[in-house]
């Protein structure tokens, strides 16, 4: 079993910026991509980021490329996202989620974080 706890959301003005935190536990970290999703009301939980297991390799969904960089430090087994140049739609509850092979569906992931809320106001 692998647990996953997220940490950092919280209200910021459009154009703020925020860091998401995944403390992950359980089995060997280093063996799991790491991936950030997100989740507006309403809306499907769609892919923000991942990355790859010594953190080489990393993807972005458009609407975030060159404004959040995902990255991991193996010896603390913890995953981040930086966030800037927020906009009002980013707001949505964001999960980190691990799985030994890249994937940007939430449904081929088994493990997954509760959630840290993050909303943007204009």
């Known amino acids: 079993q692998v647990q996953l706890v997220e940490s950092g959301g919280g209200l910021v003005q459009a154009g703020g910026s925020l860091t998401l935190s995944c403390a992950v536990s359980?089995?060997?970290?280093?063996?799991?991509?790491m991936t950030w999703f997100r989740q507006a009301p309403g809306k499907e939980r769609d892919f923000v980021a991942t990355?790859?297991?010594?953190?080489?390799?990393?993807i972005y969904a458009d609407s975030v490329k060159g404004r959040f960089t995902i990255s991991r430090d193996n010896a603390k087994n913890m995953v981040y996202l930086q966030m800037n140049s927020l906009k009002p739609e980013d707001t949505a509850v964001y999960f980190c989620?691990?799985?030994?092979?890249?994937?940007?569906?939430?449904?081929?992931?088994?493990?997954w974080g509760q959630g840290t809320q993050v909303t943007v106001s204009s």
């Open positions: 990355i790859s297991w010594n953190g080489g390799s990393t």
């Open positions: 359980g089995r060997t970290f280093s063996n799991y991509y």
């Open positions: 989620a691990a799985r030994r092979y890249s994937s940007g569906r939430p449904t081929d992931y088994d493990y």
